[in-house]
Structure formats: C-alpha cells, structure tokens
C-alpha cells in the first residue's frame, strides 16, 4: 500500500493530477499506520502482520 501510494505521489506529481496526489498521500498515510501497527504486535484486521 506504501508503494502504491508512492507510485500516485510520483504520477500525481508529474503529470499535475491533484487527484492522484492526494490519494497517494491517503495511501501512504494508511499503509503507514499499518504497518506501524502491525510492527507493535497489534492484529490488523485479523492478522497478526501486515505486508
């Protein structure tokens, strides 16, 4: 999710696309509470790890 976040931050950015952008930042974001998250030991969504 942090990668694709990424990869619109990078397309949103280049071509100009403000849509792209700000979902890129909301997929980053969200990939990196995840994560964060699941580095704690805490379950996501039913799982023990995120990735």
Sequence with gaps: ???LG?????????A???VLW???IILVAIGAVLWIMGALGRE???RRHYW
Aim: charged fraction near 0%.
């Design 1 to 3: 999710m942090i990668v």
């Design 6 to 14: 990424i990869i619109l931050l990078v397309i949103g950015f280049v």
């Design 16 to 18: 100009g696309i403000s």
């Design 22 to 24: 700000t979902i890129g």
């Design 44 to 46: 996501v969504g039913g």
